[in-house]
């Protein structure tokens, strides 16, 4: 035997290295079922971008995560994992300072701005990686529809459409807007007899804030717009939320989640004073490329105003308003089914 | 820092070779070498290998009614490497190594405290493919991962087997920094759990 393999072994080593070379070729990558996590290093940053689902037409939705604090995978979710990812592929990101990303950079290095740019350099990478001729598509979530305008509005043109759901573009303005939807809401509810105790509560919470937009007092109506989406869904106004990952339930390690998140969040929301300072909303008339703009009718943390004045403001041709009657700030939780139909059919119309 | 992290890690191997040679007893003799799980369970496993020096000891014998009571306190010289991934995500996978003293108390039962602090530390993180972007040229990076000075502290307990080939066992809660990590500094938490052995002569 030993003297078998002496004879061979340039044979056996020459078979090993093309077996190695066509092992590791680009053509054992399924473009039909995509399963992949790339990092894009940027000014200091590498960031993870799990790529899933069918890039055969090398079309690309990359989504961006809500927060600032949340991650990527968090939308790996119901039909967003079922439908949009068998239609195209999907990008989920974890941006700068959030969860698997990681890094070696000074506080001033994080910013909108820079932030925005990871972005573009996440879509230059993907046309890097899939050809040229790819097609992205850019979506933005809550946070993520902060840093959705900001990134179009440093280079639009690598994208294809536009998606919109719930996006904070004027993260300013939610104070203010919080002051006047909330009430609105708990004197509904209490109309119809929902939870009366708790929106009679509302109401005081909102009668006692205070007119000044701070951190403290933005702080406290945030999150009684989240508990009050909880009491929708309590009373049934709302779907419940939904949350099926499948087999893909994303194994993170929560106390890097976590740690992380209350890290970026002081830099974005304590220091840099997001919500007392950030807007978009003159700007969007510069977003050009068609554009779909999805709210829930009862969306309480980027209250519903926020949809119509994105549609009106956009200076896209083409683009769409569409509002979930069953949902409130996440949509593709509570009515899943027609969330996926919406964006897929903007995603094959504009591609 | 990565530099200083080499000289420093260096200076101390001479240091603990140096001390091997202090006293009549062999290095193996003073040695255990110990192998284990390292991880949260949740998301990121893995192994670790290591080796512990007996520096000092100190032996005290309390007359009870029931007998002596002999309690040891121990200062060991402690070396450990290991690997952690996640197998699901693909995003956490490193090296890290670690070096300092541990504290250990053992009581007449084979009880043992661990209280082990290792000011000297290493991380190492493995990316999957990673392409580096500046401005608009794209290339593919080389090796991809970021290093980390990671002093790390953890306190636990164990259980004592004298004379054996396996020497004991010992359940750890260990918690390391990565430094400089993003704009600060990431702890991160993780149990050890393993077993010591040795290769002294009988």
Request: include cysteine.
């Amino acid at each position: 035997m030993q003297k078998i393999i002496q004879n061979n072994i340039k044979g056996i080593a020459i078979a090993l290295m093309v077996l190695g070379i066509v092992s590791c070729s680009k053509d054992d990558v399924n473009l039909n079922e995509l399963d992949e996590t790339i990092f894009v290093r940027h000014k200091k940053a590498d960031m993870p971008a799990y790529i899933h689902g069918n890039a055969a037409e090398k079309v690309f939705l990359i989504i961006l995560h809500g927060g600032p604090g949340g991650n990527g995978l968090w939308y790996r979710v119901n039909s967003i994992r079922t439908e949009i990812e068998r239609n195209n592929a999907v990008v989920y990101f974890d941006q700068r300072g959030h969860n698997n990303a990681q890094g070696n950079y000074s506080e001033k290095e994080v910013s909108i701005d820079i932030m925005a740019e990871d972005v573009v350099a996440l879509a230059k990478v993907i046309k890097a990686k899939y050809g040229e001729g790819s097609k992205l598509f850019l979506m933005g979530h809550s946070w993520g529809g902060t840093l959705g305008p900001a990134t179009l509005l440093k280079n639009q043109d690598l994208f294809s459409g536009y998606i919109n759901v719930a996006g904070a573009h004027d993260p300013k303005g939610l104070y203010a807007a919080y002051r006047t939807n909330l009430p609105r809401v708990a004197n509904e509810q209490i109309a119809l007899g929902n939870t009366v105790a708790y929106w009679k509560n509302i109401l005081d919470v909102v009668q006692n804030s205070d007119a000044t937009n701070s951190l403290t007092a933005f702080s406290k109506l945030n999150i009684a717009s989240h508990q009050g989406e909880q009491k929708l869904e309590a009373d049934k106004v709302i779907n419940a939320s939904k949350a099926d990952y499948g087999d893909d339930q994303p194994s993170n390690n929560l106390s890097k989640i976590r740690w992380n998140s209350a890290q970026i969040q002081d830099m974005l929301v304590v220091e840099q004073g997001l919500f007392q300072k950030v807007t978009f909303t003159d700007s969007l008339a510069e977003i050009t490329i068609p554009s779909l703009v999805l709210w829930g009718k009862y969306d309480l943390v980027v209250p519903t105003v926020f949809a119509q004045e994105a549609f009106d403001n956009l200076g896209a041709n083409e683009k769409e308003l569409f509002i979930f009657e069953k949902s409130a700030h996440s949509p593709m939780l509570n009515e899943p089914d027609l969330f996926s139909a919406k964006v897929i059919a903007f995603i094959n119309r504009h591609k | 820092m990565k530099q200083y992290t080499i000289i420093f890690l260096f200076v101390y191997a001479v240091h603990f070779q140096a001390q091997s040679q202090f006293d009549g007893a062999t290095f193996l003799e003073r040695t255990a070498f110990k192998i284990g799980y390292h991880g949260n369970v949740f998301s990121d496993n893995g192994l670790h290998l290591g080796a512990e020096y007996l520096w000092k000891e100190k032996i005290r014998v309390k007359e009870k009614r029931k007998g002596p009571k002999t309690i040891t306190h121990q200062l060991l010289f402690n070396g450990s490497i290991g690997y952690v991934t996640n197998f699901t995500n693909r995003t956490d996978n490193g090296l890290h190594t670690h070096y300092g003293l541990i504290w250990r108390r053992t009581s007449p039962k084979r009880w043992q405290w661990n209280l082990e602090v290792n000011p000297l530390g290493y991380y190492r993180s493995f990316l999957p493919e990673t392409f580096e972007v500046k401005g608009d040229e794209v290339s593919k990076v080389q090796f991809p991962g970021r290093s980390y000075y990671a002093p790390s502290v953890a306190i636990g307990i164990g259980r004592n087997r004298p004379e054996k080939r396996r020497s004991g066992w010992y359940l750890n809660l260990n918690c390391t920094l990565r430094i400089p990590y993003n704009a600060g500094t990431l702890p991160t938490f993780s149990v050890q759990y393993g077993h010591r052995f040795n290769f002294k002569k009988k």
